[in-house]
């Protein structure tokens, strides 16, 4: 039998894999890339992107799942959407008050809550641009026991192995940076907040956290954790020579598969993507077949009608030929056909026959 790579045990011994997690830290100035970088080590390394933005829109859309998903008649849910109502509320004020950001507090009790969850801790993560400073790092990677006992939203006392061990430090010149921003459309740079105003500003805050007496990368430093510092200086928007340096420093992947959680959890995404699926094809079924039945309608509406009008010109039709055909000459011929001969015996004209003609002709169409 082939050998197990290291740090796995065999599926035929019947034990879950044992998993050794990639955990990564990508920082930078903003329009360096950073995003971009990310999304690909983590397709490389099978592992999670740690956006703080979308990790906080995941932890209120859950509250809110919990809080309006709530059974009036379970009392055991009581306590667990009690909590959830208290967080949500706390969230919701903190935002109010901080022109719809969160305090800091909250953002590192919600990313110690995701980089602790069984994803993470299993699998690892790329951390994308977040903390910014010293006292963030230092707050979020602590492993002492928190100072603030009010907080609601609890991360675990003892913060352990959420750190990254690989710190990637992306850097480039303002002016490439500003350059490669006006590159971008416009609705593009509006939405990532790259047009030149908003990245010159944020450009300069940049630099002067990095100027700061005490930096982020310093706090790696302290951990032993050495950031590698990796210069950007071509618009290659694939970053193939960034990510290449960053997988041979970090190595080959070693995750094997997910853990039984993440495949339940992926099961349960199956089986509502599903659901939604069949619900969705089930409407536009129901859709189609009201619309099919609503053009039906018309043509029948209109088949009708053009029935009706038909049916009232063969009548006149079937009318005019019950006539008897002296009746018929008297009643639509004679007429016509008097006045056209008394016009004639008036005039005399040298071709009477073509006279006659003419004259019922132009009688006919003057009617």
Same mark, same amino acid.
Request: include cysteine.
């Given at each position: 039998?082939?050998?197990? =790579?290291?740090?796995?045990?065999?599926?035929?011994?019947?034990?879950?894999?044992?998993?050794?997690?990639?955990?990564?830290?990508? @920082?930078?100035?903003?329009?360096?890339?950073? #995003?971009?970088?990310?999304?690909?080590? $983590?397709? +490389?390394?099978?592992? +999670?992107?740690?956006?703080?933005?979308?990790?906080?829109?995941?932890?209120?859309?859950? &509250?809110?799942?919990?809080?309006?998903?709530?059974?009036?008649?379970?009392?055991?849910?009581?306590?667990?959407?009690?909590?959830?109502? #208290?967080?949500?509320?706390? $969230?919701?004020?903190?935002?109010?008050? /901080?022109?719809?950001?969160?305090?800091?507090?909250?953002?590192?009790?919600?990313?110690?809550?995701? &980089?602790?969850?069984?994803? $993470?801790?299993?699998?690892?993560? @790329?951390?994308?641009?977040?903390?910014?400073?010293?006292?963030?790092?230092?707050?979020?990677?602590?492993?002492?026991? =928190?100072?603030?006992?009010?907080? !609601?939203?609890?991360?675990?006392?003892?913060?352990?192995?959420?750190? =990254?061990?690989?710190?990637?430090?992306? /850097?480039? #010149?303002?002016?490439? &940076?500003?350059?490669?921003?006006?590159?971008?459309?416009?609705? %593009?740079?509006?939405? !990532?907040? *790259?047009?030149?105003?908003?990245?010159?500003?944020?450009?300069?805050?940049?630099?002067?956290?990095?100027?700061?007496?005490?930096?982020?990368?310093? *706090?790696?430093?302290?951990?032993?954790? +050495?950031?590698?510092?990796?210069?950007?200086?071509?618009?290659?928007?694939?970053?193939?020579? %960034? @990510?290449?340096?960053? #997988?041979?420093?970090?190595?080959?992947?070693?995750?094997?598969?997910?853990?039984?959680?993440?495949?339940?959890?992926?099961e349960r995404n199956k089986e509502e993507e599903r659901k939604q699926k069949v619900a969705a094809e089930a409407a536009e079924r129901k859709r189609r077949n009201e619309a099919a039945l609503a053009e039906m309608a018309a043509q029948y509406d209109e088949w009708q009608e /053009?029935?009706?009008?038909?049916?009232?010109?063969?009548?006149?039709?079937?009318?005019?030929?019950?006539?008897?055909?002296?009746? *018929?000459? !008297?009643? *639509?011929?004679?007429?016509?056909?008097?006045?056209?001969?008394?016009? $004639?015996?008036?005039?005399?004209?040298?071709? =009477?026959?073509?006279?006659?003609?003419? +004259?019922?002709?132009?009688?006919?169409?003057?009617?």
């Amino acid at each position: 039998m082939d050998a197990v =790579p290291q740090g796995v045990v065999s599926r035929e011994q019947g034990k879950e894999e044992a998993l050794t997690p990639i955990r990564i830290g990508v @920082v930078g100035p903003p329009a360096v890339g950073k #995003t971009t970088v990310s999304e690909k080590l $983590c397709n +490389h390394y099978k592992i +999670h992107h740690i956006r703080i933005r979308e990790v906080i829109e995941e932890k209120i859309k859950q &509250l809110k799942e919990i809080v309006d998903g709530a059974d009036p008649e379970s009392a055991s849910e009581d306590l667990a959407v009690d909590a959830a109502q #208290t967080q949500l509320e706390i $969230c919701n004020k903190s935002m109010e008050m /901080n022109a719809g950001r969160l305090a800091d507090y909250l953002v590192f009790d919600i990313l110690q809550e995701k &980089l602790n969850s069984p994803p $993470c801790r299993n699998q690892g993560f @790329v951390l994308d641009g977040f903390p910014k400073t010293y006292e963030q790092g230092k707050l979020i990677f602590s492993e002492e026991d =928190p100072e603030n006992q009010d907080v !609601m939203i609890k991360a675990p006392l003892y913060i352990k192995k959420i750190t =990254p061990e690989h710190v990637f430090a992306l /850097n480039a #010149t303002d002016g490439f &940076l500003t350059q490669r921003a006006r590159g971008l459309p416009q609705s %593009v740079a509006e939405e !990532m907040r *790259y047009t030149e105003e908003e990245l010159s500003s944020r450009l300069t805050r940049y630099r002067e956290l990095s100027a700061a007496e005490e930096t982020l990368l310093d *706090y790696f430093d302290e951990l032993e954790i +050495h950031p590698e510092h990796i210069e950007v200086t071509t618009d290659d928007p694939e970053y193939a020579d %960034v @990510v290449k340096k960053i #997988t041979e420093l970090v190595g080959v992947p070693k995750n094997y598969g997910l853990s039984r959680e993440e495949k339940k959890e992926e099961e349960r995404n199956k089986e509502e993507e599903r659901k939604q699926k069949v619900a969705a094809e089930a409407a536009e079924r129901k859709r189609r077949n009201e619309a099919a039945l609503a053009e039906m309608a018309a043509q029948y509406d209109e088949w009708q009608e /053009n029935l009706s009008e038909v049916q009232r010109q063969e009548k006149e039709l079937h009318d005019a030929h019950s006539l008897p055909l002296r009746n *018929y000459l !008297m009643k *639509y011929v004679m007429p016509s056909l008097t006045a056209a001969m008394t016009e $004639c015996t008036r005039i005399k004209p040298e071709d =009477p026959v073509d006279f006659l003609a003419e +004259h019922l002709l132009r009688k006919n169409q003057q009617e």
